[in-house]
């Protein structure tokens, strides 16, 4: 009997590109399992704020992995982040947290300790996976490799709305600043910086709606798979 090899894409982009929101759409109409690896950070940034930890403080956040037991679950037909069977989904989309996420993302061991669970998802199902180094790093063998991106400013306006509609108090100004900061820190950290992979096709979203953007990646996954 021949097994058909699941078939994986990697979306990879600075923060606020919108790889979630599009990746989710993908994979629903595509029938793909997504997988949140920007979640898993914020998880594991969450836990070590709520331990009372600094997020850079690598000898305490390599000290609690051991004692954290991550999972991803699917619940209704949406991905949901569980810590020790605690259901953080809600909990890990705040500014702190995203700072938080950045800064572990940074330290070697929790890059060690998620990179299996993502492996291992890929090697099962077609996936579309997105995060910062899933092209380079975590499957440098994806059948498709994209780079999504968009100007900061562009960027920060999705956040800046994304957050007013979840009730979070904050400023454009603000969500500009942070995003700036962070864009600075995920390319200029020592692991897996973030950097297109050489093979990746680039994806500018700046002044596409939603289902343009998704209209576009979809066509490129679609050409992909009938070749």
Known sequence: MSMTKPFSVAIDGPSGAGKSTIS???????????????????????????????????????????????????????????????DVTGLIRTPEVSMAASSVSAIPAVRRFLFDLQRETAQ???????????GT???????????????????????????????????????LDDMTKRDYNDSNRAAAPLKAA???????TTGNTLEQSVEIIKGIIQKARNN
Not at 124 to 134: A, F, L, N, P, T
């Open 24 to 86: 989710k759409l993908l994979a629903k109409e595509l029938g793909f399992i997504y997988v949140d690896t920007g979640a898993l950070y914020r998880a594991i940034g969450y836990e070590v704020l709520n331990r009372g930890g600094k997020p850079n403080d690598s000898d305490f956040v390599e000290g609690i992995l051991p004692e954290i037991n991550l999972e991803l679950k699917y619940i209704e037909d949406m991905q949901c982040v569980l810590i020790n069977g605690e």
């Open 198 to 204: 050489e093979n990746s096709i680039m994806v500018d």
């Open 124 to 134: 099962k199902s077609d996936v579309i996976m997105d995060g910062r180094d899933i």
């Open 137 to 175: 790093v975590v499957l440098p063998g994806a059948d498709i490799k994209i780079f999504l991106t968009a100007s900061v400013q562009d960027r920060a306006g999705r956040r800046y709305e994304e957050l007013k509609l979840k009730g979070i108090s904050t400023t454009y100004s603000d969500v």
